[in-house]
């Protein structure tokens, strides 16, 4: 009976102290924003406001070792980014300077000085921009034979562009064919090995007549900028593999690759030890034991997943935690955060 309550007691102590780990991706205003990556500037230091006044705002190593200790009302949070994007210096930086609010920023390496886009940022520019498009499209994705028709949707216009700014994946209906596809195409090419994936991108670049060019706005950081970011020390960097891969759907020796050589890359910029990483996608799917078992192999002191919860002291410093930040205001943000603690 002792033992039980003793039990008990310490769940509920552990959900009295724990920390939280927010991600964000992107910090600029944006029109579109089919993948819900943005945060605005203005909404951005709304939540350091928030941070400021009601937690106690701290680098993610330091609640890693602070979880299971009791902060009162001032709660710790840490904040990282996923992805790398150049955004992540130019408009996120100076609002986290000017709140003296530290965060982490996980880099996929592959697309430091790269000439192309990520992905999703290329279907979107390929599939919902103005323009015009051929009225069928057969791809072979991971072995199947797939053809759609877009129809009317082949056509595109400024207007139609701009009503539709506002649609997300997130919505059940896809407004036009051209939306639809956009949203298949995402989920298929994100199970794909690296390799398979840029084969079917090329493909979709060869039926678009579309060219390999990076929008100013959708850039990834380059190896200056990732120098840039970290000095002064307010911000660190982590790793978040080489491809953005989605390590479940890889095999071991190909998860391995991913991780190290993006710790490897990262450190040859840096010249000191990158010691935390993140998951692409990060759900408990978008990864498995043996690639937990990989980061902790690469000397990785801790990764980052995917899904909503505190970090207490019963979790593992391998699969922490996040709690993914939309696009709200602060007092929408200040309420989600408190749900998340009372939880």
């Excluded at 069928?136 to 991971?142: C, E, Q, R, S």
């Excluded at 491809?243 to 190290?260: F, G, K, N, T, Y």
Aim: charged fraction near 25%.
């Amino acid at each position: 009976m002792l033992g039980r309550f003793k039990a008990w007691k310490s769940r509920i102590v552990d959900r009295m102290r724990g920390g939280v780990i927010l991600l964000y991706h992107r910090v600029m205003a944006m029109e579109h924003d089919p993948q819900l990556l943005f945060v605005s500037p203005e909404h951005f230091g709304e939540h350091l406001a928030v941070l400021r006044d009601h937690t106690t705002p701290v680098h993610l190593h330091e609640l890693c070792r602070v979880s299971g200790k009791h902060f009162g009302s001032r709660r710790p949070v840490a904040i990282t980014f996923d992805d790398g994007y150049a955004d992540n210096l130019h408009y996120a930086k100076p609002i986290l300077e000017k709140y003296g609010i530290p965060a982490t920023v996980f880099v996929t390496t592959g697309r430091i000085d790269s000439t192309t886009e990520f992905w999703w940022d290329e279907l979107e520019r390929v599939l919902l921009y103005p323009g015009r498009l051929p009225e069928t499209l057969d791809l072979t994705i991971d072995k199947q034979s797939l053809h759609w028709e877009l129809g009317s949707s082949a056509k595109y216009s400024h207007e139609s562009c701009q009503a539709y700014s506002h649609w997300n994946v997130l919505e059940k209906d896809a407004p036009t064919e051209r939306h639809a596809l956009y949203k298949v195409l995402c989920s298929s090419i994100s199970h794909l090995a690296p390799r398979e994936r840029e084969n079917v991108l090329g493909d979709v670049r060869s039926w678009a007549g579309s060219s390999l060019e990076v929008l100013p706005e959708y850039r990834a950081m380059n190896e200056a900028e990732i120098r840039q970011l970290v000095a002064g020390g307010l911000v660190d960097v982590g790793a978040h593999t080489v491809s953005h891969a989605r390590l479940s759907a890889l095999p071991r020796d190909v998860q391995r690759a991913e991780i190290v050589n993006s710790k490897t890359i990262l450190e040859r910029i840096l010249g000191r030890p990158v010691t935390s990483f993140s998951y692409p996608f990060g759900c408990p799917s978008d990864y498995t034991h043996e690639t937990v078992a990989e980061v902790q192999s690469a000397g990785f002191a801790l990764a980052c997943s995917n899904f909503p919860a505190k970090v207490t002291r019963s979790s593992s410093p391998w699969e922490l935690p996040r709690f993914l930040v939309r696009d709200w205001d602060g007092k929408l943000f200040e309420r989600r955060l408190e749900e998340l603690f009372d939880h």
